[in-house]
């Protein structure tokens, strides 16, 4: 939906009335006349066109040509050769290759001198975390992950933890506050992100990165109600996650 998280701030009570009523009913719109739909959410038509120019939008009418065309736009169910492009469209957030096995390189050599390894995430990206550690414990060099963000971290000497921090944004504030407490006991610190420019990529010893669009889907639930999710792609850090792994270990292969 157009509706965003500043817009919605600046809502009065009334006007919050009439947005969650168009969130959980975006069908009926059509059908009902401004004094209708003033009638029906006992407000005012003056709260109903207030809130239409919040919505940068001239009237009433449309209004609900913005309902209308998200609402076809979100019934739409898009193309196999869509979800590819944004599948593939990804690209490595780096200057040149010679410049990306560097990192890598260098990644490494801290995971092979570690004598603790702990991949961190929430959310999507604490799944991501869970299968960085799981990947790398199969492949033979034990680790950790941490997807929750009351877990304790262990005021002790981290001289040799390595911490690979995971975050799509760069910006979710538990890892940040997470990888300063790491930093001031002594670990060092990998990122891997969407893109350079944001805080835990800048708290970093290697910053690595990837560039790829955001993607935010609206899901329709069982009640109408809309709910915005992020559907970017995780395969770049699963494709990093599992380089850094593969070159840890090396490369001798048992194929049964």
Same mark, same amino acid.
């Given at each position: 939906? =157009?509706?965003s998280q500043?817009?919605?701030?600046?809502f009065s #009570?009334?006007e919050?009335?009439?947005?969650?009523?168009?969130?959980?009913n975006p !069908?009926?719109?059509?059908?009902?006349?401004?004094r209708?739909?003033?009638?029906?959410?006992?407000?005012?038509?003056?709260?109903?066109?207030?809130?239409?120019?919040?919505m940068?939008?001239?009237?009433?009418? @449309?209004?609900?040509?913005?309902v209308?065309?998200?609402?076809?736009f979100?019934?739409?169910?898009a193309?196999?050769?869509?979800?590819?492009?944004?599948?593939?469209?990804?690209?490595?957030?780096?200057?040149?290759?010679? @410049?990306?096995?560097? !990192?890598?390189?260098?990644?490494?050599?801290?995971?092979?001198? #570690?004598n603790?390894?702990?991949?961190?995430?929430?959310?999507?990206?604490?799944?991501?975390?869970?299968?960085?550690?799981?990947?790398?414990?199969t492949?033979?060099?034990?680790?950790?992950?941490?997807?929750?963000?009351? =877990?304790?971290?262990?005021?002790?000497?981290?001289?040799?933890?390595?911490?690979i921090?995971?975050?799509?944004?760069?910006?979710?504030?538990?890892?940040a506050?997470r990888?300063?407490?790491?930093?001031?006991?002594?670990?060092?610190?990998?990122?891997?992100?969407?893109?350079?420019?944001?805080?835990?990529?800048?708290?970093?010893?290697?910053?690595?990165?990837?560039?790829?669009?955001e993607?935010? =889907?609206?899901?329709?639930?069982?009640?109408?109600?809309?709910?915005?999710v992020?559907? #970017?792609s995780?395969?770049?850090?699963?494709?990093?996650?599992?380089?850094l792994v593969?070159?840890?270990?090396?490369?001798?292969?048992?194929?049964?």
């Open positions: 939906m =157009f509706f500043e817009k919605i701030k600046n #009570a009334m919050k009335n009439v947005y969650e009523y168009i969130q959980k !069908q009926e719109i059509d059908k009902l006349q401004l209708e739909l003033a009638t029906k959410l006992h407000v005012s038509t003056a709260t109903i066109l207030r809130f239409c120019k919040k940068d939008c001239s009237g009433y009418a @449309e209004l609900k040509f913005k209308k065309e998200n609402l076809a979100l019934t739409e169910p193309t196999l050769d869509e979800v590819k492009i944004s599948i593939n469209d990804f690209r490595l957030g780096i200057v040149d290759d010679q @410049e990306f096995e560097s !990192q890598i390189a260098e990644v490494v050599k801290l995971m092979r001198i #570690a603790k390894i702990i991949f961190i995430g929430i959310g999507t990206s604490g799944i991501m975390a869970k299968y960085g550690s799981a990947y790398l414990t492949m033979g060099k034990s680790a950790q992950y941490v997807d929750t963000s009351n =877990f304790p971290i262990p005021i002790e000497d981290h001289q040799k933890t390595l911490i921090a995971l975050s799509s944004s760069g910006q979710t504030t538990v890892i506050d990888i300063m407490t790491f930093r001031e006991l002594g670990a060092r610190i990998v990122t891997i992100t969407n893109g350079c420019e944001n805080t835990i990529a800048k708290l970093a010893d290697i910053a690595l990165y990837y560039a790829i669009p993607e935010e =889907f609206i899901i329709i639930s069982p009640t109408k109600s809309m709910i915005r992020n559907g #970017a995780q395969i770049p850090t699963i494709y990093l996650i599992e380089t593969k070159n840890c270990v090396g490369t001798t292969r048992y194929i049964t």
